[in-house]
Each structure stands twice: as C-alpha cells, then as structure tokens.
C-alpha cells in the first residue's frame, strides 16, 4: 500500500491501544522507517511490552445510600483478587473508567437518585505492585419519588387514556429513570400502532426540592417527518445481516424515531453476540432523509464445559456444548452427554427465535435417559424422547407457547415392583404454557416475578390418556440494597388426571430433593407394598429464602449465600395399596450458591422439620443448571 507518515501514526495508535486494552498500559510502540531504492520503504515497528498492568483497589468518596462494595459490583472495573489470574477481569483500561461513571449514573438513577452525578475520578499508578488505585469521588443527593404521572399530547385524536395501561411509572413509586425510558419506548411503538408514527415522546419531570417528589409528565409532540435512506452495518464478520436487522422495528424507507433506533441497539446489546454495539446517524440524500450506520463487534457466542458432582444418587459428570449463534444465524443449538453411578443421559435441543421471519421461537429437543435399578427404584429405565415447540411473545414480559411431545418408556427387570411392570408405553401429548416475567437478570435475579402455567394432554395417539397442569411462581426483591441482600418467594403445584384410566406410577409426580430440600430424591409421597416410592397426583411445594453475599469475598468472585426454608406435600395415586399420606413436609438450611459460567450451581446443607415415616431424608445435595 501507499505509505503516509498519518497511516503511520494511525497505526501505531492502534497497536498502542491494543496493548492498553489488553492491561499493558506501560507497553510502548516505536516505528522505525528504512527507506529502499524506487521509493519503498521498509517498516518496524519495535515494541516493548512491559508487564501487565491490574487494578488495585477501588475506593469511592461521598457515597452514603450503598457501601463501596455494593458500588464495585455495579461498575465494569473490578479490582486484584485471588482468582484475576484466572478471569483477568483486573485488567485496567481507561477505556472501562467513562464506562463505570455510566454505571454508576444509571444506577442511582434507577434508585431514586435524580440529582446523582460523579464529580470526580482519579487514577494513579503504583509502580511497586504495577497496579492502579481508582478513586470515584460521587455526589448522590436526596432520593426522590414520583408524586403525579400524567400524558399530555399536542396531537389531535390521540387518546391519552389508552396509553396509560403501558406505563412502568407510578405516583409514590421511587424515582426510576430505567423505567422511565422503557415507558417512553411503549408509549412510541402503541403510538406507532394507533398510526401516529411520527409522534415523539419526551419526559418532564418538575422537582419539589423540599419534599423530594418529581411530577412527572409524558409529552407526546409531532416529530419532524423524517425518513431511513438507508440501513448500513460494519463489523458483522460471522453474524449475519437479516440477524441484525430484524431487531430494528424500522426498515428502510419507514419513519425514523430515535427511541426505536435505541430500543434496537439495547436489543442487539442483549442478545450477547457482540462486544459492542454502536449506532450512528448521518446525512441522507435529502433533508428528510437519515443514514443509519451500525458497528458492531463480534465475541465468541459459544460454550464447552464439563461439570462433575455428587448427590443422593451418586457420582454424576456432564459434558455439554452450547452455540447461542449457531452458524451465524441467531439460532441455538445446545448438547449435553450426562454420567453417572446410576444415570446416563443425552440430549440435544434447537431453538430458532425468528421462525420464518417472524418474532416467534421454533425449536425441537431430542433426549435419551437410562436409569439403572438402584435402592429407590429397583428396576432398570430407558425413556427415549422428542418435542417441537412455538413460542410467541405477546409482549416484552409475556409469552405463550405451544408443543407436542413424543416418548418411549421401557422399563425392565421390575419383577420385584409390581407397580412399574415391565414392558414399552408410548406417550403422545400436545401442551401449552403461558409465562410472564419481569426477572431483571435471568442468570443472577435480584428483582421481578416469575409465573408459568402449563397443561399438556396425552392420549393423541400412544398408550396413555391424562391432563397435567402445573404452576411456578417466584417473586424476587433486594431487601437491602446496599448489602446487596436479596429475598426469594418461590410457590409450585401440580396436578395430574387419568382420562378413563388409572394415571400409571411413570407419570406421576415424584418430588424431594431440590423442590423439598432436606428430603431424598424420590424421598417423599405414596409407597407401594415394597417400600418403593410411587409418585403422586397432587403436589405443592413452597420456598422462602434470603440470599447474600459472602464475607470477605469480592462480588466478582460470584459465591453468595443463603438461608431458607421449604414447606409441602405430595400425595393422592392410583396405585393399588399404596400409602397416602399428604403430611406436610417441611425443612430449613443454608446454601452456597456460584453463578457459574455453566449455569447456577448450588449446596444444599438442610435439616428436615416435619415428616411422614416412610420418607427419606438427606443432608446434603449438590446441584447444577439454569434457574428458569
């Protein structure tokens, strides 16, 4: 290429910001220029790499409503620990301090903290431990609440009543600007759908600096009659384009809105391909044209582990592999082969969230598990089978699903437990669920409800005939914001109905273990003749528990702790002189809990309370997987 003492200085920056980003802050970059006969020249550029640079401490001065640990858990900074060998996550880059100053403004925002603003930030350098000290100095100010919520529109015919059933703000509710924004992008896309599709939303908000209170009103004016000329996007080297645009509620040539471009950014930030994702507006060939410009960053959308752990049944070991971009086309494709003393499983699951184009989810699971005859359940167990799926969202929170079932159980050497007979059922059922949540962080949750209602029916087709309904229910809540203390209300119950049958042992409902902790796997409900647990029809199971962190362990380590308390019942089956004893069981422990990047794994020390004779109870159990 043609050589230019700019390209030169651009690309020496660039290498320099490399090492910058990658924690070698002191690493310099020195070109050195040989020039060659017919006007070539040769390029060096001489690096010397230094060592790598961390982060130190973190301190904070002026914060009064939260702790400095609470505050490093919120910014992306994250200080030396034991394990930053391991995760790096120390890394320091100045890039990541506006970063944490945005952090910390939308947090406090979200919290009450209208008036919140970071008025200082310091980093200095100890060449002794070649690590950074980083000093936030904050002003939080009062914390306010909404006094009054109101829409005021300039537009003729739009009728504010309707639009008020979108709004996430209410008078005495905390001052929440997260809230706030997403009330602004309902109110624009219900607008849109009302054909106002060039109104704006806009908040004004009039303090009350006495009592702390904010009146808060919702203007909607029209908006200038722009179009999109043109959608560009950069950077996309494995994502395809479609995956990108079908984020954005706009194409080309339709109105442009700013709150639907950042609805579509926010979108495309949560879907975890990218590293970053930036959207910029230029020019377009006309004054009521606009060129939208996306760059984005891809980052590595895939995941192999390998888990090991023990439990009532015994040693257990998983390998699994999941692709959330599979192909590049925003589809997921997940497989997990599981060992065990007893147990074998497999399976693999797809999950296509665009299905022909559409804002709905299409998948398919295919999955095998061999049990082997062990104390609980003399006999061995194949069930070998499948399920596709339609999931449609009905909006941000709710979603209605469709599915169909196929399953194959063959249970053999049973000539001990006349309840599960040998021989091969085929169960053929076609279900829906219905599911609302308003969960902050699916992985980690700390605030939100949670509720899922799903019935399926078998008997078309296969050999078995029922309903099964079941319900789970969870309410999140941080008790204490600043200790980052957090309190769980979980409720589940289920029922199943044989439809001119006897319900079978197989399908029943066997519960202990996780919904009843304290209690064994199958640990709990009807016995036949034998001892052997045999499910039941009905069950309820309740959870109150109360999570925190760990002490003297920084938040990015990711271990907390927990104190609970478990209460239910399973009981009612249409086995032949089994037991039923629908004695409430009850338990109370203490757990230690690791967001890990395979999923939620967990410790479970509990202590059964109340309890029938004939079940079995357990002290320990170790479990992991994904919490909803």
């Known amino acids: 290429g043609v050589f230019t003492d700019a390209r030169l200085q651009t690309d020496t920056q660039r290498i320099q910001d490399y090492y910058g980003h990658s924690g070698r802050d002191l690493a310099t970059v020195e070109p050195q220029v040989t020039k060659l006969p017919d006007n070539r020249v040769d390029v060096v550029f001489v690096i010397h790499e230094g060592k790598r640079t961390g982060v130190g401490t973190i301190s904070f001065v002026g914060n009064h409503a939260y702790s400095a640990q609470k505050l490093k858990s919120v910014i992306v900074s994250k200080q030396h620990n034991l ?159 479609y995956v990108i645009r079908r984020e954005f509620d706009a194409s080309e040539g339709d109105p442009y809105n700013r709150v639907l471009i950042d609805r579509a950014q926010r979108r495309l930030r949560n879907l975890d391909y990218f590293k970053s994702v930036n959207i910029t507006t230029e020019p377009g060939s006309a004054p009521d044209r606009v060129i939208i410009n996306v760059q984005v960053e891809e980052q590595s959308t895939g995941e192999f582990s390998i888990g090991v752990g023990y439990s009532s049944t015994g040693f257990i070991a998983e390998l699994s592999m999941n ?199 199958y640990g709990i409900g009807p016995r036949d003749a034998q001892g052997i647990a045999v499910g039941g029809k009905n069950f309820y199971a309740a959870t109150a528990e109360i999570q925190f962190p760990m002490p003297a362990l920084p938040p990015d380590f990711g271990l907390r702790g927990a104190v609970f308390a478990d209460a239910g019942s399973l009981f009612d089956t249409d086995i032949a002189g089994a037991t039923n004893d629908n004695t409430l069981r009850s338990s109370v422990g203490a757990s230690i809990l690791w967001s890990s990047p395979i999923g939620l794994l967990r410790a479970d020390f509990a202590q059964a309370i109340t309890k029938a004779k004939s079940d079995n109870t357990e002290f320990f159990r170790f479990s992991a997987g994904k919490q909803f």
């Open 83 to 241: 394990l930053s060998w391991l995760n790096r996550k120390d890394v320091f880059d100045e890039a990541k301090l506006a970063a944490d100053q945005e952090a910390l403004r939308q947090y406090y925002m979200a919290h009450g903290y209208a008036d919140f603003r970071v008025v200082d930030e310091q980093h200095t350098f100890n060449e002794a431990t070649g690590r950074y000290h980083i000093t936030y100095t904050i002003e939080e100010g009062p914390r306010y609440r909404f006094s009054t919520v109101s829409i005021d529109s300039s537009i003729p015919n739009v009728n504010t009543a309707s639009l008020r059933p979108v709004l996430r703000t209410r008078p005495g509710n905390v001052f929440d600007a997260t809230a706030v924004e997403k009330t602004i992008e309902d109110l624009t896309v219900q607008l849109a759908r009302q054909g106002f599709t060039f109104a704006q939303v806009r908040p004004r908000g009039d303090r009350n600096y006495e009592n702390h209170t904010i009146a808060l009103t919702y203007l909607i004016d029209e908006g200038p009659r722009v179009y999109i000329e043109r959608i560009n996007i950069y950077g996309n080297t494995k994502t395809r384009d």
């Open 323 to 521: 692709e959330r971009n599979f192909l590049g086309r925003g589809q997921q494709l997940s497989a997990s082969v599981g060992y065990g003393q007893d147990q074998q499983t497999y399976s693999l699951s797809f999950t296509d969230p665009w299905f022909l184009g559409y804002r709905m989810s299409a998948g398919f699971d295919i999955y095998q598990n061999v049990y082997s005859s062990w104390s609980s359940r003399p006999f061995d167990q194949t069930t070998t089978g499948g399920g596709l799926r339609l999931g449609l969202p009905i909006t941000d929170d709710l979603t209605i699903e469709a599915n169909y079932k196929l399953s194959l159980d063959d249970v053999s050497n049973s000539t001990d437990t006349p309840s599960f007979p040998d021989g091969k059922t085929w169960t053929s059922s076609l279900g829906y669920a219905i599911r609302y949540s308003t969960i902050d962080n699916l992985n980690d949750p700390r605030s939100g409800v949670y509720g899922k209602f799903a019935q399926d029916f078998a008997g078309v087709g296969g050999d078995t005939k029922f309903i099964r309904s079941t319900i789970d229910a969870r309410y999140y809540k941080e008790l204490y914001a600043d200790a980052d203390i957090v309190g769980l209300l979980k409720f589940s119950a289920g029922n199943i109905t044989g439809i001119g049958q006897d319900v079978r042992a197989l399908d029943n409902f066997f519960k202990g273990g996780e919904t009843i902790r304290g209690f064994a796997t």
